[in-house]
């Protein structure tokens, strides 16, 4: 009763707390508060890398500039990404509202290449790790019967695991388009485009804009989904490996491979760096520091100053 208490009691607490950091501050209050529990665990991760290194050893010196260079090349990445937009160009047909007459312009609607954002990643994780929840509370009385070889199925069945990473990259595309159907309505939009007066150059207004747009936003998220799971699974790959071993077929031979090839020995095992170097946090950290930016921007600019980052270095939407 009292941990139950403790935790109802801290959660509400920071939610207040996250309301408040909105309404006085710039930005979200509850990601800023995620991006803050990430960023505190960042310099015992760093103090980890530079005790491994102290020692002066090649291989791990190379290993870490490697992983410093992939972590800034992934970062990067996601920048891109997370800043790349579509941008459909939208006519408003001019009309008569009362003696004036409105519309006739011309602007874009801009679709993210990465509509899902970090959620198809957490609910794939979360998928995952329910049964492994499930079989560690209620371990298998006989070990040889049917529980008891699904349950020590799922004792390997983590990350580095090929079938673990296959079904994990499977749900994350699932996700996405599953979270960009509910989120984004094709239908929905070309009605209230076509009550508004707009239309898409060249294309009816009605249902053949909402086919043009659903066809656009199927490419658009599969983009993104291709590029959600190589975020996710890139990062978990250095850290815990890949269990080339366990493959079907090939499995032995690449073993063999990998353990006697110079520089390859890692990947069943992963570099072992434990920081955190995880894709869903890489993604809340960029995607809430470009937001937390923008604002400042936005703020900024609406008072009449040049920018928080100068005339030249604004965040823009880049064509995807």
Request: proline residues 5%; without cysteine; aromatic residues 12%.
């Amino acid at each position: 009763l009292t941990t139950i208490l403790t935790l109802t009691t801290g959660t509400i607490f920071v939610m207040w707390l996250g309301e408040q950091i909105t309404e006085r501050g710039v930005g979200n209050g509850i990601s800023l508060l995620i991006f803050a529990g990430i960023v505190i665990g960042l310099p015992r991760g760093v103090q980890q890398v530079m005790t491994r290194v102290s020692g002066g050893d090649t291989l791990e010196i190379l290993g870490v500039i490697g992983l410093v260079v992939a972590l800034v090349a992934i970062i990067a990445f996601i920048v891109f990404v997370e800043a790349a937009r579509r941008k459909i160009p939208v006519s408003y047909a001019k009309r008569h509202v009362g003696r004036q007459l409105v519309g006739g312009q011309q602007t874009t609607m801009p679709l993210k290449l990465n509509m899902g954002g970090v959620i198809p990643v957490i609910f794939a994780s979360s998928v995952l790790s329910m049964p492994q929840s499930l079989f560690s509370a209620l371990p298998p009385k006989n070990p040889a019967n049917w529980y008891g070889k699904i349950f020590g199925f799922f004792q390997v069945f983590h990350a580095g695991d090929p079938y673990y990473e296959l079904i994990f990259l499977s749900l994350i595309i699932f996700f996405t388009f599953f979270y960009v159907s509910i989120v984004f309505n094709v239908e929905e939009v070309a009605d209230n485009l076509r009550k508004h007066g707009g239309f898409m150059p060249g294309i009816r207004p009605g249902r053949a804009t909402a086919e043009y747009l659903n066809t656009i936003l199927t490419r658009l998220t599969t983009v993104g989904a291709i590029y959600l799971a190589l975020v996710a699974f890139f990062p978990q790959f250095m850290l815990s490996g890949f269990k080339v071993g366990r493959l079907p077929l090939i499995g032995n031979w690449l073993e063999s491979f990998v353990s006697t090839t110079p520089g390859l020995g890692w990947i069943p095992t992963g570099m072992g760096y434990q920081f955190y170097f995880g894709g869903t946090s890489l993604l809340i950290l960029v995607g809430v520091a470009m937001d937390t930016v923008a604002q400042i921007e936005a703020q900024l600019v609406m008072r009449n100053y040049e920018g928080f980052l100068g005339s030249g270095g604004r965040l823009r939407g880049r064509r995807a």
